[in-house]
């Protein structure tokens, strides 16, 4: 019976296997033909008291190289080694071909305090494009590093960047104390933080939409129930423990409900939750099993997954109620839908021939295109920017975490070489 209720929690995909633990690494395994190309120097250091624990320009570089836009010159091909503006030949870094170039040092203020400066610098034009000074605790040098990424990538591209929010994912430890971890990461991986550690399965996380809290589904008392953690300070609740299942949470955009599947009316159906009043709306009633909703970002409608046609497909329904009206009719196999910030693409899983891939869906257009080339991927996650796609892929007995560009071009590994990952879900833009 258990292994039923997990293989309806996970999306009818799959059961998660117990492997061991290690520690998030990136492998760049596709580049972008075309990528803007930029140079980041490594910051000058020389005026500290201890080496720092960090690279900064080495996580900037590998930031940038992940967005799919920019090409990252190798550090070893590096003409020259400046820190100012004024320090910098032009002529040599546009013979090296790089548009732009990234320099900067870091001052120590006091014991364990810094000042970080660095500036984005046109090669081409031959001028500054931004420059700033950043105050940073030893603690936080990598989130410092996240936010000088984000800095560069929306002055070149003039969108927002993603790479100083968090991921949330599970991982399946063997011969471990506790053999399940909910854990919390940086969005390259690094930094990783418990959030909860279970012998039982955890599955289903879902970001509330401050970024201040997770939902996510839980086995610890041998059936599955839905827990909302504050992260800060540990603190949870149950808040949903109904007969039968209690699965797939996921978050309004003004943080007031949950969308969830429940079976407690018989079969799985979708249901919606007053996260204060604990106060229950059901939204599909059908023999079939509905689940994986997640909420548009207007908050009217709610897309889900439901094989009431006879194979696995996408749904959508208005909050407020009605009939639910199939959206996706491209192939058997659409479902784990996950949604741009901006409504107009649905990222989700696309089987064809015993083939499970991510594909992102153009609602306006209904035009469907396949983004990864792998047999055995799952669990889409739009990044906030809705610039790239986060999913799980199993390749043998483990599972691992990428990310894609969302034209398909470009994709890097978060390589897990001894362990099993699972589940992620990219966080959102969080309040300063």
Same mark, same amino acid.
């Given at each position: ?196 550690e279970s012998d039982e399965p955890i599955m289903s996380p879902s970001w509330s939409p401050d970024g201040k809290s997770l939902a996510y589904v839980s086995f610890e008392n041998e059936r599955p129930e839905i827990f909302i953690q504050h992260l800060a300070t540990a603190r949870r609740s149950k808040v949903a423990g ?10 309004? *955009? $003004? +943080? !007031? #409900?949950? =969308?969830? &599947?429940?079976?407690?009316? /018989?079969?799985?159906? %979708? ?25 548009s970002s207007d908050g009217r409608t709610i897309i889900f997954t439901s094989d009431r046609a006879g194979s696995p497909q996408l749904y959508r329904i208005d909050v407020g109620g009605g009939k639910p009206k199939r959206v996706t009719f491209e192939g058997r196999y659409n479902t784990a839908a996950s949604l741009s *910030? $901006? +409504? !107009? #693409?649905? =990222?989700? &899983?696309?089987?064809?021939? /015993?083939?499970?891939? %991510? ?72 309040? !300063?």
């Amino acid at each position: 019976m258990k292994q039923l209720i997990i293989y309806l929690l996970a999306g009818l995909l799959w059961i998660m296997p117990v492997l061991a633990n290690a520690a998030l690494t990136i492998e760049i395994t596709g580049g972008v033909e075309g990528a803007l190309p930029i140079a980041v120097v490594p910051f000058d250091t020389s005026r500290l008291s201890s080496k720092l624990p960090v690279d900064i320009a080495g996580i900037v570089a590998s930031d940038l190289n992940r967005s799919g836009v920019l090409k990252s010159m190798e550090r070893t091909r590096l003409p020259a080694n400046p820190h100012y503006s004024n320090q910098v030949q032009y002529a040599r870094w546009r013979t090296a071909g790089q548009d732009y170039l990234v320099v900067g040092r870091v001052l120590e203020k006091s014991p364990g305090l810094y000042n970080i400066e660095f500036q984005l610098l046109d090669v081409l034009k031959q001028k500054q494009l931004l420059g700033r000074s950043m105050p940073a605790k030893k603690r936080n040098l990598r989130s410092r590093a996240h936010q000088i990424s984000d800095f560069i990538y929306e002055q070149i591209t003039g969108t927002r960047g993603a790479f100083n929010t968090r991921i949330a994912f599970v991982r399946a430890q063997k011969d471990a104390a506790r053999k399940y971890v909910l854990q919390v990461a940086d969005t390259d991986g690094f930094n990783a933080q418990n959030v909860l550690e279970s012998d039982e399965p955890i599955m289903s996380p879902s970001w509330s939409p401050d970024g201040k809290s997770l939902a996510y589904v839980s086995f610890e008392n041998e059936r599955p129930e839905i827990f909302i953690q504050h992260l800060a300070t540990a603190r949870r609740s149950k808040v949903a423990g109904f007969r039968g299942l209690n699965s797939a949470p996921s978050w309004s *955009p $003004d +943080g !007031k #409900f949950l =969308a969830l &599947v429940l079976s407690k009316d /018989g079969s799985p159906d %979708i249901y919606t939750l007053n996260t204060a009043t604990k106060r229950l709306k059901r939204l599909t009633t059908h023999r079939s099993i509905d689940t994986e909703p997640v909420w548009s970002s207007d908050g009217r409608t709610i897309i889900f997954t439901s094989d009431r046609a006879g194979s696995p497909q996408l749904y959508r329904i208005d909050v407020g109620g009605g009939k639910p009206k199939r959206v996706t009719f491209e192939g058997r196999y659409n479902t784990a839908a996950s949604l741009s *910030p $901006d +409504g !107009k #693409f649905i =990222a989700m &899983v696309h089987g064809e021939r /015993g083939q499970y891939k %991510i594909a992102q869906y153009e609602r306006e257009t209904g035009n469907l295109t396949v983004l990864t080339d792998s047999s055995l991927d799952e669990s889409p996650s739009f990044s906030p920017n809705g610039k790239m796609v986060l999913y799980a892929s199993t390749r043998g007995n483990n599972g691992f975490l990428y990310a894609v560009s969302i034209d398909g071009r470009a994709k890097h590994k978060l390589s897990d070489q001894a362990g099993d990952i699972r589940e992620p879900v990219w966080g959102p833009f969080e309040s !300063k």
